[in-house]
Nanobody, 115 residues
Framework: QVQLMESGGGLVQPRGSLRLSCAAS????????MGWYRQAPGKQREPVAT???????YYADSVKGRFTISRDGAKNTVYLQMNSLKPEDTAVYYC?????????WGQGTQVTVSS
């Protein structure tokens, strides 16, 4: 069974930083496309960042230059480094593993950016 477990969320001040982690079990995630989504209250869930099996990365315009997605195959973990955080980044962040006809989701981790 594929299990994705996010961690690292919390409360941070504007302009601060957080690093989210997503640990995968039962799979070698490095051969799959991985990503991060986020969903704010009352908003649609939106893609934030993607990393392919070859290490190519893609970012939503709203986070370009501030967020970095990466992975560590030895730890079977994908990361989202979040810098220069803004209040509008407040959301539940979800880790995803993408297959041709399926997307696996973690349980989400709350990120709150506030003074």
């Amino acid at each position: 069974q594929v299990q994705l477990m996010e961690s690292g969320g919390g409360l941070v001040q504007p302009r601060g930083s957080l690093r989210l982690s997503c640990a995968a079990s039962e799979i070698m995630f490095s051969i799959y496309e991985m990503g991060w989504y986020r969903q704010a209250p009352g908003k649609q869930r939106e893609p934030v960042a993607t990393i392919t099996s070859h290490g190519n990365t893609y970012y939503a315009d709203s986070v370009k230059g501030r967020f970095t997605i990466s992975r560590d195959g030895a730890k079977n973990t994908v990361y989202l480094q979040m810098n220069s955080l803004k209040p509008e980044d407040t959301a539940v962040y979800y880790c995803t593993l993408n297959v041709i006809n399926a997307k696996y989701w973690g349980q989400g981790t709350q990120v709150t950016v506030s003074s």
